[in-house]
């Protein structure tokens, strides 16, 4: 079963209007979920993660449990935001604590 | 620190034949894990290792071996190649899974290595 659905493969905004990446998940248990971001010709990395409840970039992404969903949000998108976003879940019901990614999620962001 | 190191970056084989991806890392991390990346399927988990001499399987092991015999490095074996292993190939390192305060450490991506299959 899928644990982590990104129900948008692709995504487009204007430069300066706000933008939200959505990440619906599946699990039984207290997940930990992270937005990872992989830029064109570049390695994927983490952007941030729900434990620390900072902003990156001026993305911002909000646990919430009762709709089960980690949706990242950025009030006003830039250029450089451009990438392929990935909503990772980590299973912690697994002995080793296993991630599991969304599919992914590309974000164009027009001049 | 050169941090996740994969070679080659791109390979062609053909089907039935054998290679191996090389994955390395000089952070002295203990989790070593191998993903496979495809259209529309996000990242999907072969193997992983939490030390040297531990492997254990992920989501879509089979046709595909690994080892981990130091620190360092863990290979990804392809045993006879098929086309449906067509892929892009990540390998990636953390120090642990849990870190302080009950948080999975950061995972660190090498660069991918691009797979063609005939």
């Known amino acids: 079963a899928q644990r982590v659905t990104q129900p948008e493969k692709l995504l487009s905004v204007f430069k300066g209007a706000p933008v939200e990446l959505k990440c619906n998940y599946s699990?039984?248990?207290?997940?930990?979920l992270f937005w990872y971001v992989q830029y064109s010709r570049q390695r994927l990395q983490l952007l941030l993660r729900?434990?620390s409840r900072e902003s990156i970039k001026g993305f911002t992404a909000d646990l919430n449990k009762g709709e089960t969903s980690f949706h990242l949000k950025k009030p006003f998108a830039q250029e450089e935001d451009s990438a392929m976003y990935y909503c990772?879940?980590?299973?912690?019901?697994?002995?080793?604590?296993?991630?599991?990614f969304g599919r992914g999620t590309q974000l164009t962001v027009w001049p | 620190n050169a941090g996740v190191t994969q070679t080659p970056k791109f390979q062609v084989l053909k089907t039935g034949q054998s290679m191996t991806l090389q994955c390395a890392q000089d952070m002295n991390h203990e989790y070593m894990s191998w993903y496979r990346q495809d259209p529309g399927m996000g990242l999907r988990l072969i193997h992983y290792?939490?030390?040297?001499?531990?492997?254990d399987q992920g989501e879509v092991p089979n046709g595909y071996n690994v080892s981990r015999s130091t620190t360092e490095d863990f290979p990804l074996r392809l045993l006879s190649a098929a086309p449906s292993q067509t892929s892009v190939y990540f390998c990636?390192?953390?120090?642990?899974?849990?870190?302080?305060?009950?948080?999975?450490?950061?995972?660190?991506f090498g660069p991918g290595t691009r797979l063609t299959v005939l």
């Open positions: 729900h434990i």
């Open positions: 990772v879940l980590a299973d912690r019901g697994s002995t080793l604590g296993r991630l599991y």
């Open positions: 290792s939490v030390g040297a001499g531990i492997t």
């Open positions: 699990y039984s248990g207290s997940p930990e």
């Open positions: 990636a390192s953390s120090p642990g899974l849990a870190g302080g305060g009950s948080s999975y450490n950061e995972q660190f």
